[in-house]
């Protein structure tokens, strides 16, 4: 282990240009993922809670059921989509980095959805009470509501980031692990490991792990100066 | 009173789930003054007033405002002209400023204009000075108090108030009668409910009892006025062209509360042990489901509640004149 | 500042939907091709010399022929003769060339308890195992190294279950790995073994029988069924790899010293 943080350390430093791609690679997909993912989530999520539709259980049940789902899945059915094969195959995006960000939008969506749903769910009453009441219309009450419970969705964009920076399955289906292009530190790691280089594999993840604690440190940080 | 029809409620129901919490098939409310709805807990009050907001729509019937129904088209006017101000008010994170100011800026009032105008309601509710403190770190009175400065910061015509006392302190009730006083005398119209009756009796120009959901008809006079005198035995208090004579006792009245179901009618004058009797014109018959509720002018206006027989017997009719008679012990000062 | 970061992510959306197509070839091979580290040396100069860039999409052999089959590739190199024989026939390649061969071996613990060690016979050796009842790892994953096992073991006359055979349904990598914490036998391309040897205690105890020959094969995906396949470089790639400076490369690249590839396409 301890020799896996000393190559973690010295890939990082001695500025192996491969590895710093690979970083920049998972990091950047992820982010526009989940920048992507929260766009849609956030308004559906506030809609979710704050309206009451035919439907709805049938539509919470929907979205916890596809969160269960195995990335590995997910990659299968978005592949089927997109390849030259299959019904979307003339957008040819299979093979690319676009391909990656349909299927971790597909993953982190319900995720971050549900967890925007039941942090506004259990937001008080009186405050699209309070905000309709002093003139507010219903944009600037999502608004509001969203800056009010800001906190909770940081929550649920970061457990969004997490599930698509760490995973595998999606990544090496959609994207085919091609390296200087489509090679992230997950597929990165796997590829290693199948190599038996089990301590490059290691080094990687701890790459990983230290680029998850930075956004989640950083993004923590500009919410508490937004006060 | 010809003030005009501000709100007309029109078979009105409304339910959480099944229960149903309100059930008011016809309710007028005037403008001008204060109106209470008064009641205990869960007797429809809040739910009543955030549907007059146009917070929710009724489950059956409608509410008219100023003879409009509500509804897209009147809502902005609704918007522009009423606000309501929650029981233990849900205040945003950041300064009193900034809860204050909301609806201003919400309308893009300048600056300027915005920081006078904040002053001002803040000062109205004896919190001049505030601005910078962080407005969930106040205390309950406080709180309230915020929350109504940042309602009448925007010179609403109609200003709603959900049990303004119910979760303040003792020294805040004072200050909180004090800026609904004002509200109303600035010729808006204040629609507050209460449980606490001797609040609700000074304050209300005007009482709507609810009951389970209902309306129930008042079964109290309430008169304005003040104590003009007191002996040892009496305490004097004028109303109108009238001088009640009510229990001695001491304090700054202004409102006596006299239950309708106390007051004799009779043709002439009784010798009784009642103190208190006044000749007077009826100007109003009412059939109720049982009995028949009769509004006298003795230079006050009094009400009393008669049997149909008494009414066809005496020849209870506006215009005839009676004498009304009750007890000094009948009547509560407030 | 809300403006600027709405901005931001409209344009960086953008950059990310739109992927550019042009100047890219898509090449599906196997693991243990790119594994070999062969093709890290043989495309950087074909790409500087064409100014295109070589997408290499390292799948599983069944993987890589289906990739060809759906048209999301434009190129495919393979090691499985009859497969890549039928995808031909079936009008799916066009264009096939042999590049080289590289070899499978058969390795095993020091201790040898098959005592196989230096049969020249792949096919004896790998039935006395299964007589010996002696641990063995496979693939099991439809692979060019899986189907020459298979075709070993059909040659012997012998249908290996029991305990002692493992299937793995896994990566080269990942089975060699296996067989050394089993200190089993297993059937490997010599490319993988020499990249991994010195990871594990398996020397090689079998191999130079010609059965254990594992010829390479490029092909290019049919433009007639697929007309959005780069057919032009998808040529050119064949053209490189079947030179005489591609082939130089190939005979040239070595691993522990040890030459893994014989170039097959040009003789002089």
Redesign the interface.
């Known amino acids: 282990m301890l020799g896996a943080l000393a190559e973690a350390i010295r890939l990082l430093f001695t500025g192996d240009r491969e590895v710093y791609f690979i970083a920049w690679t998972s990091l950047h997909l992820s982010l526009v993922s989940v920048a992507v993912a929260s766009a849609l989530s956030l308004p559906l999520g506030f809609l979710i809670a704050l309206k009451s539709f035919r439907g709805k259980k049938q539509l919470i049940a929907f979205l916890n059921a596809l969160m269960a789902l195995p990335t590995v899945v997910v990659g299968l059915l978005v592949y089927s989509f997109i390849s030259r094969a299959g019904p979307l195959g003339f957008l040819g995006i299979l093979f690319t980095p676009s391909a990656i960000h349909l299927g971790q939008v597909i993953l982190c969506l319900p995720l971050i959805t549900s967890l925007v749903y039941s942090a506004l769910s259990r937001l008080d009453r009186r405050l699209p009470e309070t905000l309709v009441t002093l003139g507010a219309r219903r944009t600037e009450v999502f608004r509001m509501t969203i800056l009010e419970g800001r906190i909770a969705i940081l929550s649920a964009v970061l457990s969004g980031f997490g599930r698509v920076v760490g995973e595998v399955g999606v990544a090496m289906m959609l994207g085919g692990n091609i390296r200087w292009y489509t090679r992230t530190l997950t597929t990165a790691i796997a590829l290693e490991t199948s190599k038996g280089e089990f301590e490059l594999g290691l080094a990687l993840g701890i790459i990983l792990m230290a680029i998850a604690f930075a956004v989640n440190f950083t993004l923590h940080g500009v919410i508490r100066h937004e006060r | 009173m010809s003030a005009e029809v501000l709100f007309a409620v029109e078979g009105v129901r409304f339910a959480y789930g099944t229960r149903v919490v309100l059930d008011v098939p016809r309710l007028s409310i005037r403008d001008g003054g204060v109106t209470v709805l008064m009641g205990p807990n869960g007797s429809g009050k809040t739910t009543l007033l955030k549907l007059l907001n146009g917070l929710y729509p009724p489950a059956a019937g409608r509410i008219l405002y100023r003879g409009l129904p509500l509804g897209p088209d009147t809502m902005p006017r609704l918007r522009r002209e009423t606000v309501l101000v929650h029981q233990d008010p849900y205040l945003f994170d950041g300064s009193v400023f900034g809860n204050v100011s909301y609806g201003l800026r919400l309308r893009r009032t300048p600056s300027s204009e915005t920081r006078r105008r904040v002053a001002e309601a803040l000062a109205a509710v004896g919190l001049q000075g505030f601005e910078h403190r962080r407005a969930r770190r106040l205390s309950g009175g406080e709180r309230q108090r915020v929350a109504v400065a940042r309602a009448l910061v925007l010179d609403p015509q109609v200003l709603f108030l959900d049990e303004p006392t119910a979760s303040v302190d003792a020294a805040s009730t004072d200050l909180i009668e004090a800026v609904v006083r004002r509200a109303a005398a600035a010729a808006r119209c204040v629609i507050l409910s209460s449980h606490h009756q001797g609040f609700a009796y000074r304050m209300a120009d005007r009482l709507v009892c609810l009951a389970d959901g209902r309306v129930v008809p008042g079964g109290e006079n309430i008169l304005k006025g003040s104590v003009e005198a007191a002996d040892g035995m009496f305490t004097y208090f004028r109303t109108g062209a009238g001088l009640l004579r009510c229990p001695a006792q001491e304090g700054e009245f202004t409102t006596a509360v006299l239950p309708l179901e106390d007051v004799i009618l009779s043709k002439g004058e009784i010798q009784s042990s009642a103190q208190n009797q006044f000749e007077g014109t009826v100007t109003a018959v009412e059939s109720g489901d049982h009995t028949i509720r009769v509004t006298l002018d003795c230079g006050f206006p009094v009400r009393a509640l008669v049997t149909g027989y008494s009414r066809a017997t005496l020849g209870i009719e506006p215009g005839a004149r009676f004498y009304a008679t009750f007890k000094a012990s009948a009547i509560r000062l407030y | 500042m809300k403006k600027a970061l709405l901005i931001l992510?409209v344009l960086?959306?953008a950059a990310?939907?739109?992927?550019a197509?042009e100047g890219r070839l898509?090449l599906s091979t196997t693991?243990s091709t790119e594994?070999s580290g062969l093709l890290?040396v043989l495309l950087p100069p074909f790409e500087a010399r064409t100014g295109l860039?070589v997408?290499?999409?390292?799948?599983g052999t069944g993987q890589a022929l289906k990739l060809g089959?759906?048209?999301?590739?434009d190129v495919t190199l393979v090691h499985a003769r009859a497969l890549e024989d039928r995808f031909v026939a079936e009008g799916y390649g066009v264009n096939r060339r042999d590049v080289m061969h590289n070899d499978f071996i058969v390795i095993g613990p020091a201790s040898d308890p098959a005592g196989v060690r230096g049969m020249m016979d792949a096919v004896a050796a790998l039935r006395q195992i299964a007589n010996r009842q002696a641990a063995f790892v496979s693939r099991g994953d439809n692979s060019g190294t899986h189907v020459m096992e298979r075709d070993l073991w059909k040659a012997a006359g012998v249908t290996p279950s029991g305990r002692w055979y493992r299937e793995a349904g896994?990566?080269m990598?990942?089975v060699?790995?296996m067989a050394n914490d089993l200190q089993g036998y297993t059937l490997a391309d010599r490319g993988?073994y020499l990249?991994?040897k010195s990871?594990?205690a398996l020397p090689i105890l079998v191999e130079g029988d010609p059965r254990l020959f594992n010829p390479y094969g490029v092909i290019a995906v049919n433009p007639a069924r697929?007309p959005?396949v780069n057919y032009l470089g998808a040529m050119q790639l064949i053209a490189w790899m079947t030179s005489v400076e591609g082939q130089g490369i190939i005979g040239g690249f070595k691993v522990g010293g040890e030459m893994l590839f014989f170039p097959d396409a040009v003789t002089d």
């Not at chain 3, 990310?16 to 992927?19: G, S």
């Not at chain 3, 089959?69 to 590739?73: P, Q, T």
């Open positions: 992510l960086g959306l990310a939907v739109l992927p197509q898509r693991t594994n890290a860039k997408d290499v999409i390292a799948v089959e759906a048209g999301d590739v896994q990566g990598g990942p060699i790995t993988t990249a991994m990871k594990v697929f959005h």
